[in-house]
């Protein structure tokens, strides 16, 4: 509930947003999309598949605002170096410490959609 663990990341307005801190009353009229709307019906987005391809889950507290975060990354960066992944990853916390298949995912997912 204040913003630092970036598990509740969702995209409002095609932006990326912690939901546990984002008054509903700010919200008005925008598109809200969590991890359940990121798939396409039965269909999974690139990155949930990726995700699942290089088995990143361990606990899986953190996954949804991880694969939100992905999800926007690729939008705005199809093909992101290591560095640019760390960096637009970096408030995503997983302590699990599954950054190395988080980022093989974020890769896998560029390659299947590019």
Request: glycine share 10%; net charge negative; with cysteine.
């Amino acid at each position: 509930g204040v913003g630092i663990c970036g598990a509740c990341t969702s995209h409002i307005g095609g932006n990326v947003a912690r939901l546990c801190i984002v008054p509903i009353q700010s919200v008005g009229n925008q598109q809200v999309t969590t991890i359940e709307g990121l798939a396409n019906g039965d269909v999974l987005h690139p990155v949930q598949q990726a995700w699942i391809d290089e088995d990143v889950a361990q606990c899986g507290f953190c996954q949804p605002g991880q694969i939100m975060t992905a999800a926007r990354l690729l939008e705005q960066n199809a093909n992101p170096t290591d560095a640019e992944i760390d960096a637009a990853m970096s408030e995503n916390v997983c302590r699990c410490g599954t950054y190395v298949r988080i980022r093989a995912a974020i890769k896998r997912a560029a390659a299947a959609s590019g």
